[in-house]
Each structure stands twice: as C-alpha cells, then as structure tokens.
C-alpha cells in the first residue's frame, strides 16, 4: 500500500518537474495566433478596422473582440483567408473593397508642413519643415491616413494603374456570342 | 549514331510546315515606322538612352541593359527617334508598353562596326559584349544570353545542346535558317562552347526536316566543327529544352529546376546564329527571322527589322480577305494578339494569320469527365486535371503541391482534352494570381518592418526628448544653489549700481549737436534749456484744482 502511493508519489514529482522544466525550456514568446492574424492582414496599417494597426486589429480578433470582417484592403480574399485560419464562417466584408492606391502629393500645393510625415504609419513620405514633400510610392500601403491631416489637401489618391508587370492572366470564361 | 530517348507524353498535331518551308528567307525591307519595345526580354527593361527627335544610325544602342538580368536595344534602321512613349506591344493584355519609335530614313546607314576576337578576349568581357548586343533566347523564353553564357554559380556545363528541334506545327524560321545560313551557326555553337567549357557539342533536329540536318552536316564537316547533329523523332513537345536534354542525352530535370542542374545548357539555333553575327561582325541583335504563314497568299519566312508591325509584315505576305487575327507563335504555345498593329519582338518566331477553315473558334469548354487523355500526354509528368479542378477552385496551395510550375505551357492536355476545356488558360491564371499573391505578400512584409520601425522611431524619440529635457531640468537645478546669499546680495548690488550708472548718464546727456556754435547762439540755447527746466519745475508741482 506505501510502496503504491510512494511510487505514485515520485511518478508525480518526477513528471511534474519534466512539464515544469518543458514550460521554461519551450516558452513561446508572444501569442502565436496574434502572428499568424497578423500575417494575413495586408499590413496597410490603414486603421480602417478601428483598430491603429494590422497587429492590434489582429490581437482584438485573436481575443475574440473583433470580427474578421472588418479590413477593407484585405477584401473578401482576406476573410476568406480569416475564415480559414480561425475555423469559422465567411462572412461578407462590411466595407466596400477599393482599388489599390498610392497616395499622390501636389506639389504645387504642398507648404511643407510635415503634418502628413508624421501621420504616415510606414515612413514613405520625404520631406522637412518648408520643403517639398513627396511620396515614396514603391513603399506606400494606400492606407490614406495622410489626407485628412494635411491642411491645404494635395494629397490625393491615385489608384494603380494595370501595366505589364502587374497584369495578371484572368479566369477563362467562354464567351458567348450572339447568333 | 546517338542513343535516343523517348520523354514521356508529348503529341503529334498536323505539322503545317510544308506551306512556309520551301521559300527561301525573304531579305529584310524598312517600314516607315520601327516601334521598338524596350521590354522584349526576360528581367529589367532597357533604359532608353536615346533623346526624341535624336538621329540614330542602323546598330546604335537606343536603351541599354539596367541591371544583371536584362540586354541592351538597338536601332534596327537607321532615322530619327519620333516618339518615346507609351505603345502597343506583343502581349495577351493588350496593353501598352514603353517603346521607342523610329521614323526610318530609307538609307539604311550602319553606324561603324566590327568583330572581336572571342578566342583572346576575356570570357566576363565577352559576356558583356554579348549583352550590350542585346543577345536573347530567339527560341521564345528570351531569356538574357549573356546570364546563360555564364557557367559560374551553378553545376559545370558538360554539354551544349544546339536545339533545331522547332516541334511547333506551322513555323519553319528555325528550318529555313539551319538550312540557309548553317555555318554561321555553327560559328555561334563554336563560341558558345568556348564561354561553357562544355565537353560536348550536340544539335537535335526533328527529322521532318531533313534538308536543314543535311545542311548542318555539310557546314559541321567544313568549319571540322565537334557537333554530333542528331535527327531527332518529331514529336511535340520534342523542343522543349527539358525534352531535348532528355532526348539525347537522357537525363532527367529535377522538378522545379533547369536542365543546367545536370550540366546542360540549351540554346536555340536562330540565338547562335544572332551570337556569331554579333561577336564575328559586330552586328547587334536587330533583325531576327520570322515565318509568316497561315491564312496569307505566299507563307514564307522574312528577315525581319525589330519593330515592323505584324499589319505590314502579313501584307507583304499577302493579306488575304477574312482574317480573323493573328497568333504570335504557334498554335500550341501562341497567343492571339489584340492589336495587329504590334510590331515583331525578339521572341516573334511566327506571325501565324487566322481565318475561320483554318482555326475555327474552340468549341465551347464541356465539364472534365476525367478521362486522364491529360495524364499520358504531360510531357512534365503532371496530373494536367488535378490541377485544372485545383486551378478552376483557386485552391492555389493545392496547385502548387501537386508542381503547377512544373508546367511548361505546352498546350498538349489542351490539345487532347475531349471536353475542350483551356487547360493551359487555368494554369495560367493560377501562375499568375501566384505571383501576384507572393508579391503581394512580400509588400506586406516590408509594410510590416516599416511599420514597427516607425513604432519604435518614435517610442526612441519620445525617450530621447524625455531624457534631454531631464538634463536640462536637472542642470537648472544644480546650477542654482551654487550663488550663495552673499553672492546674489553682491549681485544685486551690481545690478543698482549700473542703474544708478546708466540714470546719471542719462541725466548728463547734452544734445551733440551745439558743439562748434558762435557764442551768441550757444547763450540762447542755455537760455532756451534754462526755460525749459522751469517749465519741467512747475509741471512737476502737483496741479491744484481749480476754484471757481
């Protein structure tokens, strides 16, 4: 009868100082699901989830505070891809999708003023105090936060345009002609 | 006689090929117009380095190669540069491409040019040459010559193989050249080999042509050229790189890699006869032969200048009533072009015109009845309709498990396909949404560094401010209490006394200008000052109300 508990005893002590040590030796940093989210959003940081950011929008739907519906730049493509992930259903975006776009200075109009540096969340805008400001196109997300701060309103939005090295083969579809 | 090997599937679609064979090579003729696309290779686009309304000779470099994957254009007649804009292209989209316009000038005038001696040359400056000529793959890839040239970086080339193979049903350009002009080709494997250090020199030929094999030999035995010419069976896709290394010499390309992986390297003819008209005579990559054939009165093969438009290309041909367009390419691997206006490009093989008995529009696509007619004729060993169901769901992942990039676009499983379904369409649009998606992607991750530096730039600025207004505060501090109460008595002292100063000067102040006055006018003016301070005296007596 001892011998039983003793022996079950030790088995405990011993197991339990081998999970114990697992935690230590194998700790994750940070919420892997948080990362995952995150590296489905398309990093816009456009802040039109309602969130200030990709990864604060993704550690609100890891927590189950947001849903996935609410990035527009990631469109029905990225609920899907949510969807997916999280193993729950689709559901429509609840934003109209808008063509991908690069933000475009004026160059004419711009006084210098910095307001929209300081609001882009990538750094892709160049320029200093009273000197022209221009937009880094090749790194910017489209996400828009650099109009509404801009007093003289030159920036604007210019969607991209479809070139040959963006194009892309399309689904094929029969085309029916009329007899 | 060479051991053959058989690759695996591959079809046998009517060969078309008498129709354009058996004309001679039209010699080339100047339009008015050459519309020259600086994207017609493989990687970065030529960078103009002409200027509008420049004069530029027949040779001269208009946009040169920008960065390692990429090749030099030059101007294939000479004239005056009219336009550097936006033009139609080659391309399944239709859409418009940068390019440079020339008005051609008819005399046709060489700028000067000549040879060099590849056997002393240093191979890196060959290769560079080679690029500044603007050399590309002539088979259809286009693929920079000058990056294929190099062995470096990769397994030890032991064979080249020269491919004559021209599998595709209605083109003969490469049939006619190998049969025309064999030597100089001969002359491009010799220098080709040379930059290799491949051991061996192989050329295959579909044996449906075999005036051009008879041609090679004859010009092989002159030049006492090492070049084992193999005719080959004709099969499509027997062309292929990957099908003719397998053919003769019967290894395998690992999936997902280039026949280089086993130490062979693949050249098109019509690219070593452009290698030897460039290293031995100077001449840049400005023509290249085109078959024009289909629904046109005299199908031949043309020398063409780079940037005639496919329009007056087919009506030298012969145009004939009811074309209904044309394919770039062949029937197999072409597509049809939007604008037949386009002008011919380096990978312009064939300008195939259509007509409704020739190429009547495909039958409408049935459902896949999964017959696998596919599967036996994949020469890339694929399930051609696994990926068309992966393809047509967008389950792209899936696609790409089951090696969607392993295909070579061949059109065989579309060729067979009972259902008529467009295979290679589906396999194109899943590469494409791939790529798109994996740039896409890649974007997104730069978006996501960019973004967590701004956060931490300015978590660091926020610090960095913090922390100097705090060096301030604290120097403000420390400095105060180093007057001790004496000190700021002794201060303050020194501040009454320059008051006290500053008041008396004031006082004593007599205005400049009376120095040097008679003496009469110096009275008056003592006079005057005399007045003025009883006037200040009663002014300063406080003002008693007045009585009434």
Redesign the interface.
Known sequence: MLTAILVMAGLAIALGAVLGFAALRYKVEGDPMVEKI?AV?????CGQCGFP??KPYATAIAKGDADINLCPPGGDEGVKKLAELLGVEVKPLNAEPKPKSVAFIDENTCIGCTLCIQA?????ILGAAKQMHTIIAS?C?GCELCIPPCPVDCISMVPIR???T???????V?RIKPA | MRELHRFPGGVHPSEHKAESSSRPIHEAFIPRKLVVPVRQHIGQPAKPVVELGDRVLKGQMIAEADGYVSTAIHAPSSGIISEIGLAKVPHPSGLPDLCISIETDGKDEWIAHEGVDWRIMEAAALRGYVRDMGLAGLGGAVFPSSIKLDPAGGPAIHTLILNGGECEPWITCDDRLMQERAEEILEGARIMQHLLGAQTLLAGIEDNKQEAIAAMRTAAEKLGLDIDITSMPTLYPGGGGKQITKTLTGLDTPSGGRTTDVGVQVFNVGTAYALARAILHGEPLISRIVTVTGHVLRPQNFEVLIGTQMSELVMHAGDREAMTGIIMGGPMMGFDVPNLDAPVVKSTNCVLAKSEETFPPRPREMPCIRCTQCVSVCPAVLQPQELYWFARARNFGKAQEYHLFDCIECGCCSYVCPSHIPLVDYYRFAKSEIWAREKEKRSSDIARERHEFHLFRIEREKKEKAARLAAKAQTKKTEAPTLAPEEQDAKKKLIAEALARAQAKKASITPKNTDGLPEEKKTEIAEIEARRAKIREVAKQPVEPEKH
Not at chain 1, 41 to 45: A, E, G, I, V, W
Not at chain 1, 167 to 172: A, F, G, L, N, Q
């Open positions: 995150d959003l398309p990093q816009t940081q950011g990709c882009c969340p990538v750094d892709a790194e997300t479809e070139d040959l963006n194009w892309k083969w399309r689904y094929p029969f």
